[in-house]
Nanobody, 118 residues
Framework: HVQLVESGGGSVQAGGSLRLSCGASGSIYDTMCMGWVRQAPGKEREGVAAIDSDGIASYADSVKGRFTVSRDNANNTVNLMMNSLKPEDTAMYYC?????????????WGRGTQVTVS
C-alpha cells in the first residue's frame, strides 16, 4: 500500500498557473508509476498525467502542452505544474500511485486538493 498527501491547490484566474505537490510513502513497487487524476462535479474521473520511475510522462489530450508532471524519486514526491489554466480545468485533483502509464489509471489516490479556475 501507499499513502499520498497533496498540497498546492487553490483558486486562480484563467490563464494563470498553479503547482500541485504530493508526498508518497509506502510500497516502492506501488510508487513506480505515479500521477494525477481529476474529477469535476458530474463528470467522469480523468487521468491527467502519469510518470514512471524513469521520469517518462504521458498526458491526457486535454492538458497536453499546458501541464507538466515531474517526480523526485529520492524524496518520493511528484508534482504537477499547471499553466494556461482554463475554467474547464476546475476539479478536485488527486495524487495517484500504483498506476498504468498508458491508460493513466491508478490503484491508490490521496484525499485530493481543489483547483478552481475562474
Amino acid at each position: 500500500h501507499v499513502q499520498l498527501v497533496e498540497s498546492g491547490g487553490g483558486s486562480v484566474q484563467a490563464g494563470g498557473s498553479l503547482r500541485l505537490s504530493c508526498g508518497a510513502s509506502g510500497s516502492i513497487y506501488d510508487t513506480m508509476c505515479m500521477g494525477w487524476v481529476r474529477q469535476a462535479p458530474g463528470k467522469e474521473r480523468e487521468g491527467v498525467a502519469a510518470i514512471d520511475s524513469d521520469g517518462i510522462a504521458s498526458y491526457a489530450d486535454s492538458v497536453k502542452g499546458r501541464f507538466t508532471v515531474s517526480r523526485d524519486n529520492a524524496n518520493n514526491t511528484v508534482n504537477l505544474m499547471m499553466n494556461s489554466l482554463k475554467p474547464e480545468d476546475t476539479a478536485m485533483y488527486y495524487c495517484a500511485a500504483g498506476g498504468n502509464y498508458y491508460t493513466r489509471t491508478f490503484r491508490y489516490w490521496g484525499r485530493g486538493t481543489q483547483v478552481t479556475v475562474s
